[in-house]
Nanobody
Framework: QVQLVESGGGLVQAGGSLKLSCAAS????????TGWFRQAPGKDREFVAA????????FYADSVKGRFTISRDNAKNTVYLQMNSLKPDDTAVYYC???????????????WGQGTQVTVSS
């Protein structure tokens, strides 16, 4: 079970950008598929993006496609989520999930970090 730490959240105005990081704590991401999920108050946790072990395959939710980009740097044991053109509806706690199986990540079955708050104001 990999230990994950999210960072990079904050408060931005609509149209702004943030870059989130998900770093392994005492472990490596090299053989782990990873993904980002988010949960807004009163709503279910939803899938945002995922990336394969080597970074060659990515998936995005329709709501963020064209605005968010997921990437990874295995040398730094870190996965990133670049978020551009942010909207108030993007406001949520963003969580990182990791598992050796990409399918498990998509099903939210992997290990979770503690999350980082993203707030987008009008």
């Amino acid at each position: 079970q990999v230990q994950l730490v999210e960072s990079g959240g904050g408060l931005v105005q609509a149209g702004g950008s943030l870059k989130l990081s998900c770093a392994a704590s005492g472990r490596t991401f090299s053989n782990y598929a990873t993904g980002w999920f988010r949960q807004a108050p009163g709503k279910d946790r939803e899938f945002v993006a995922a990336i394969s072990w080597g970074g060659g395959t990515t998936f995005y939710a329709d709501s963020v496609k064209g605005r968010f980009t997921i990437s990874r740097d295995n040398a730094k044991n870190t996965v990133y989520l670049q978020m551009n053109s942010l909207k108030p509806d993007d406001t949520a706690v963003y969580y990182c999930n990791a598992d050796q199986s990409l399918a498990n990540v998509g099903a939210a079955r992997g290990s979770w970090g503690q999350g980082t708050q993203v707030t987008v104001s009008s």
